[in-house]
C-alpha cells in the first residue's frame, strides 16, 4: 500500500480503533496526523506528527523518512543531515536517505556533497520517485540538461504515489522558475489532491509568476483550507498589487509557454 494513500489526502482516518471506537494512537496514527499537516502546508505540526509517530515505534521508516523532509522544509538542513544519518544506522541501505542527505547538502550549498550522495542513492535497488526527483534537484543546480529526464523517470515510476511525485515536481521546477512545466504538474496533481492546502498555494503561486487571472480564485480558496495561514495571503497580496509591468510580464511569460 501507497505510503501516501488517497484516504490519507483525504484527511480520513485509515488506523485502527479500540473497541469504543476510539483511534489507537500508535505510530500509524501520528504518521497520517503528519501527512495530513504536511499537505496543508504546515510543515511544524508535520514534524511533531512524525516526530511522535517514532516515539512509539523508532522502527517506523516512512516517519524517519518523513521527519528528515519536514526538517528540509523547514530550512533545518544540518539537522536533517544529522538525522538522516541516524536512519541510516537503522536502515543503510535505503537509497532515499542518501537523497535526502543530498537534497539537505544542495540548499545548504554543499554541492560536491550532495552529488555524491545522490550517486550514492541511484546506484542502489529500487530507487524511488523521491530518488529520481532528489537526483534533479542536484542536477537543476548545476545548470544539467539531464535533470529533466530524471522528473520524468520520477513520474513514471511513482505509480499510487504520483499525484505527491507531481506535487512535488511542481514545487521543483517552480523553485527553479521553470513555471510552464510547473504549471501542468501542479494541474495534474490537483486533480488528486483538490484538499491539499499546499498544493493550491504552489499552483498559485506559479499562476501568479504566469500573470493567470485564476490566481486570486486559487489563493483566495487555499485559504479558504487553511485560514490564516500567512504565505498565501502574502502571495495574494502581492499579486493584486502588481502594476502594469508585472502583468505584462506574466503575460510573456505565458505567451513563451505557448
Request: glycine share 6%; with cysteine.
Amino acid at each position: 500500500m501507497s505510503r501516501f494513500s488517497r484516504l490519507e489526502f483525504e484527511g480520513k482516518r485509515t488506523v485502527s480503533s479500540d473497541m469504543k471506537g476510539e483511534p489507537i494512537r500508535d505510530e500509524t496514527f501520528f504518521y497520517e496526523r503528519a501527512t495530513v499537516a504536511w499537505l496543508a502546508g504546515d510543515f511544524e505540526t508535520a514534524l511533531t506528527n512524525y516526530s511522535r509517530s517514532l516515539e512509539k515505534n523508532s522502527a517506523y521508516y516512512d516517519s524517519w523518512f518523513g521527519q528528515i523532509r519536514m526538517l528540509i522544509e523547514l530550512g533545518e538542513y544540518r539537522e536533517a543531515k544529522i538525522w538522516a544519518d541516524k536512519a541510516l544506522e537503522l536502515f543503510p541501505e535505503h537509497a532515499e536517505l542518501f537523497s535526502a542527505k543530498a537534497v539537505a547538502c544542495v540548499r545548504d550549498a554543499e554541492f560536491d556533497k550532495a552529488q555524491a550522495y545522490s550517486d550514492n542513492a541511484v546506484q542502489k535497488q529500487r530507487a524511488t520517485w523521491y530518488v529520481w526527483l532528489a537526483r534533479a534537484e542536484v542536477l537543476l543546480n548545476r545548470k544539467s540538461r539531464t535533470a529533466e529526464s530524471c522528473i520524468s523517470s520520477a513520474i513514471s515510476i511513482s505509480r499510487d504515489e504520483g499525484a505527491v511525485a507531481r506535487l512535488e515536481a511542481g514545487r521543483l521546477l517552480l523553485q527553479f522558475g521553470n513555471y510552464s512545466s510547473a504549471l501542468a504538474y501542479l494541474q495534474e496533481a490537483f486533480t488528486e489532491l483538490p484538499k491539499s492546502a499546499l498544493v493550491w498555494y504552489e499552483l498559485g503561486r506559479c499562476q501568479s509568476q504566469l500573470g493567470m487571472p485564476a490566481t486570486e480564485k486559487t489563493l483566495q480558496h487555499c485559504l479558504t483550507l487553511r485560514p490564516g495561514w500567512k504565505l498565501p495571503a502574502q502571495e495574494l497580496s502581492r499579486f493584486r498589487g502588481r502594476g502594469l509591468f508585472g502583468k505584462l510580464s506574466g503575460l510573456f511569460r505565458r505567451i513563451r509557454r505557448h
